[in-house]
């Protein structure tokens, strides 16, 4: 079974322009979640979907950030403009209905010169 | 809201010796989860071992277990038999029982560095 995929693995931007990043969840589950991880810290909840709907967004900066999920299967998180603060890792998780586990991605570092 | 706090920014281990990670956590809630992620520097989260607040009994994944204790809300992982693969960073996480509203967001601790030497 193939795990969480994400790319692009790494990406070097300049301030003030967009970026993406898309992940695939494990097939079949239906809670797919969006974690920031800054250096030196542990990963915190920008966004959670349950399915294509969007339950838990209070951490997500919504004036440059967003998020989809359409047909409750892959989604895509976007930065519009980026800024320094916004170097991290982005990861993305699944888990099963009302599962426990998650499953990590590997993430994508964010690099924002 | 709940807080989970890892006081032990880096550990040191020689091969095939034991090693405790400590992790405390804050929360009024009564039923919970808690776990403990490895980091490699791949990056990929992996959980090592999880614990339902409800049960008594200490969780034991071959060589990791944790020591829970509820009063003390305290969740600490040993490592034994200590393995080079084992070197990572780790993450204590908390987790409410109840999966409703935010209740399935994982509140990570800082991390502890995990150093495996010969």
């Known amino acids: 079974e193939a795990g969480v995929v994400q790319s692009p693995r790494y990406k070097i931007i300049e301030k003030k322009q967009p970026v993406a990043f898309w992940c695939n969840p494990i097939s079949g589950h239906n809670t797919l979640y969006w974690y920031r991880q800054n250096l030196g810290q542990g990963p915190e909840l920008l966004i959670r979907y349950e399915n294509e709907e969007a339950v838990d967004d209070s951490q997500l900066p919504k004036d440059r950030f967003s998020a989809e999920r359409l047909k409750g299967v892959d989604s895509t998180l976007k930065i519009q403009p980026a800024e320094l603060g916004d170097s991290a890792v982005y990861l993305c998780a699944s888990s099963a209905d009302r599962g426990y586990e998650q499953y990590f991605g590997p993430g994508t570092r964010l690099t924002v010169t | ?118």
Do not use: H
């Open chain 2, 1 to 118: 809201a709940q807080t989970v706090t890892q006081s032990q920014p880096e550990m040191s281990v020689q091969e095939a010796e034991t090693v405790t990670l400590s992790c405390t956590y804050d929360t009024s809630e009564s039923d919970y989860y808690l776990f403990w992620y490895k980091q490699p520097p791949s990056r990929q989260m992996i959980l090592v071992i999880r614990q339902e607040a409800y049960k008594q009994q200490n969780a034991t994944e071959n060589r990791f277990s944790v020591n829970f204790q509820k009063a003390a809300k305290s969740f600490s992982l040993k490592i034994s038999d200590s393995q080079l693969g084992d070197a990572a960073m780790y993450f204590c996480a908390y987790r409410r029982q109840l999966n409703t509203g935010t209740a399935s967001k994982l509140t990570f601790g800082t991390g502890t560095r995990l150093q495996v030497t010969l």
